[in-house]
């Protein structure tokens, strides 16, 4: 509760509770890529005063790419794990970290949200 700057404005909970205040209870910092790629909605990619923007359902994450490029990779990324994850469904028994297409993607993921 003694934090006042986060290096994100996106924050996640468990619990929020209003007694004598609104209290928020573990409650934990999360970067953009994170909530893009494991976050509900679709994923929405325009150009808006020259800069791509990336959004979520009806842009209630949104944040800029730094180029066309980064953006339609992160678009193209939770593309593929949305469909990693509705294979891994279909087939419970599913290694991914065996299955080469699996390992890939997670490996990209995991690269991309310990290096931003």
Known sequence: FQTR????????YH???K??????????????????LLGG??????LQKGEFVISL????IRFVAASHQ??????ELR???DQLLQDKIKNPSMDLC??????????MIVKLVTTQ
Not at 5 to 12: D, K, T
Not at 19 to 36: A, E, G, H, N
Not at 41 to 46: D, K, L, T
């Open 79 to 81: 593309c593929e794990l």
């Open 57 to 60: 359902d009806d842009g209630w």
């Open 41 to 46: 909605g679709q994923v929405h990619m325009q």
């Open 15 to 17: 619990e929020k509770i």
């Open 98 to 107: 065996v299955c080469p297409r699996g390992s890939r993607i997670i490996g």
């Open 70 to 75: 980064v953006a339609e990779l992160v678009k």
């Open 19 to 36: 007694t004598s205040r609104v209290f928020i209870r573990d409650c934990s910092m999360v970067s953009v890529y994170p909530l893009v």
């Open 5 to 12: 700057h986060f290096e994100s404005p996106y924050l996640v």
